[in-house]
């Protein structure tokens, strides 16, 4: 299925955010252009501090106050929401049409209000249950994200659940608005490896009982591997590389893709220093000029220090912001520690 005959639910343009930090500004998102489908698990990943959280954070209009989007658009059901200014509007939208579940659970509970009380708050504010029938939806949702003797769960405080339970609560207090797209940023970064699988499965269970739209916010690409259908590639506040899941693991075309796979740990052979991107990201209070990645690349061009690359198409769904796609540029080889992803079999990832 091409890009073109799928139904767009969210749409970004042009899209610059910037931060004030002590009189200086940082220029956060660089120009960012993106298409979310509906029905899809979209997985967004890149190094901390490339954006991939403040990018998701004007879908919400959760940007710290210091911060702003100084141009472009967002466009969801008709509205721009990057011209939103009241905190009214945004209540109209966050929670309720799009919802966010965050990787620290403990943030995001009131350690004085039991579990189905602030599920409750949820249903109440963005659904008008009340009552015998809230109580009724408060169990049903427990029982959806796996919670055991949900009525009696219900009545227990965040303090009285484990990790993996309580991320499984910030779920059901997501779900319990019906949105139309859940933002999941790390889900499961505090968790160890089996209950990190057990949410996951949780989540691909969900999106299809619940018809969600699904972005996920993650640096760990051995995640993306399980949940995504589409995966975006961020460095240094832009969108560098976007494709189907088997493009970019299989096909990836941008040399910070490549460092990036290269560097999983899946990938190491024993005996053998593991993989590091050298240097470190471009510093956002100063313009960038060229390719952002380019001081760290092995495969740097000349006009890579001079000119931004435009997007070249790799194929319908898959398209990378790289001069080396430029039919002058020369051949360039990606590194052969990337042969060891075989996507015929011996899997270095779970199946989705």
Known sequence: MTEHSRETILKVEDLNVK?????????????????????????????????KTVLTKTFTGLLDQNGWVDSGSIWFEGQDLARFKTEKEWLKIR?????????????????????????GEALRL?????????????????????????????????????????????IAIAIACQPRIMICDEPTTALDVTVQAQILGLIRNLIGKY?????????????????????AVMYAGDIIEIGTAEEVFFSPQHPYTWALLSSLPQLGVKGEKLYAIRGTPPNLFHEVIGDAFAPRSDYAL??????????????????????????????????????????????LYADK
């Open 302 to 347: 000349n006009i890579d220090y001079v000119e931004r690359p435009p997007y070249f198409d790799v194929s319908p769904t898959h398209r990378v912001r790289s001069w080396l796609k430029d039919p002058r540029a020369p051949k360039a080889v990606p590194p052969p520690t990337l042969a060891r992803i075989n996507p015929e079999g011996g899997s």
């Open 126 to 170: 963005h659904q008008g249950l009340r009552g015998q029938a809230a109580q009724q939806r408060i169990i049903e949702i427990l029982h959806d994200v796996g919670i055991p003797d949900p009525a009696q769960r219900a009545k227990q405080y965040p303090h009285q659940f484990s990790g993996g339970m309580r991320q499984r609560v910030v």
């Open 19 to 51: 931060f004030s930090l002590r009189g200086r500004v940082l220029h956060a998102i660089r120009g960012v252009g993106l298409d979310i489908y509906k029905g899809e698990s979209l997985a967004i990943v890149g190094e901390s501090g490339s954006g």
């Open 211 to 231: 018809n969600l739209t699904t972005v996920y916010i993650t640096h760990d690409l051995g995640v993306v591997a399980n949940v995504a259908d589409r995966i």
């Open 95 to 119: 929670g309720r049409k799009i919802a966010m579940v965050l990787q620290d659970p403990m943030t995001s509970l009131n350690p004085l209000k039991t579990i189905g009380a602030q599920i």
